[in-house]
């Protein structure tokens, strides 16, 4: 199993965009379970939970991206997204997916949103 994210990019403060997180090798029995998630790490910071499904179903938030940020899934396509929206410099960090299941992170890919 892989974890291969794409989408991220420099954007201006306001901006919006969409992460993607495929689940390549992952059987949909375990992709639908699977506590999927987004974290991020800024230069200097420690790795931090962006948002997260529990278990398949439930999601969590972190309280600094409530109302702007949305994750959701693609069962079919063994791909998870986050769509960011209202961007703020402080959320340029490297964002990496993981899977719960298989304890499993992706490469990572830069997000930088210049004021």
């Known amino acids: 199993v892989q974890l291969v994210e794409s989408g991220g990019g420099l954007v201006q403060a306001g901006g919006s965009l969409r992460l993607s997180c495929t689940a390549s090798g992952m059987i949909l029995s375990v992709f639908t379970g699977d506590s999927l998630g987004w974290y991020r790490q800024a230069p200097g910071s420690e790795r931090e939970l962006v948002a997260t499904?529990?278990?398949?179903?439930?999601?969590n938030y972190a309280d600094s991206v409530k109302g702007r940020f949305t994750i959701t899934r693609d069962n079919n396509r063994r791909r998870i997204y986050l769509q960011m929206n209202s961007l703020k410099p402080e959320d340029t960090a490297v964002y990496y997916c993981?899977?719960?299941?298989?304890?499993?992170w992706g490469q990572g890919t830069q997000v930088t949103v210049s004021s």
């Open positions: 993981y899977s719960g299941a298989r304890q499993l």
């Open positions: 499904f529990i278990n398949g179903a439930a999601i």
